[in-house]
């Protein structure tokens, strides 16, 4: 388990203020996954006050076909049918370089709220990391409140 030292708390609280958010990322690993687009909205007292979104430029890999034929690629098929995002979303997707700090500091130190939060937090907390920032931001995991309202569905996916 990697060991994020100034990772925010899980609290199960809602706040009067707060960014619920989410992200899209390569895959599962946060050591080898890259994040491909963020989101968030930020409210305040329950009102919508702001919005961010964008879509994110990971490192291309090469792919060579049937025919030989060479590509560069960002992500696989089945991310793209996972998330609707494509390679050639991605083509011409802002760098990290230029998302990540934009969207660290369009969170600010609001309370983050998303479903199965922990995820897209621990993806953040090593982009932030990389870019020499701070991700400090204590966040309510809407997954866990399911499970302990719901503990006896047999999936607690979003969807469900």
Do not use: W
């Not at 879509?55 to 996972?82: A, G, K, R, W």
Request: proline share 4%.
């Amino acid at each position: 388990m990697k060991d994020r030292l100034f990772k925010g708390k899980s609290i199960i609280d809602f706040p009067e203020t707060y960014v619920i958010l989410d992200i899209e990322t390569t895959g599962l690993d946060f050591e080898y996954c890259e994040i491909i687009e963020v989101a968030a909205i930020k409210y305040l007292d329950g009102v919508e006050i702001d919005r961010f979104s964008s879509l994110v430029q990971p490192h291309p890999y090469t792919c060579i076909d049937e025919d030989n034929n060479m590509t560069i690629e960002y992500v696989d098929e089945f991310i793209t049918s996972l998330t609707g995002i494509t390679n050639d979303m991605l083509k011409e997707a802002p760098l990290p370089l230029d998302v990540i700090p934009e969207f660290i500091d369009f969170i600010g130190n609001n309370t983050i709220v998303g479903y199965n939060v922990n995820f897209d937090i621990n993806f953040l907390y090593d982009a932030a990391v990389k870019f020499e920032l701070a991700l400090k931001n204590d966040y309510v995991d809407i997954l866990r409140i399911a499970r302990k309202l719901y503990p006896d569905m047999q999936h607690h996916r979003l969807k469900d």
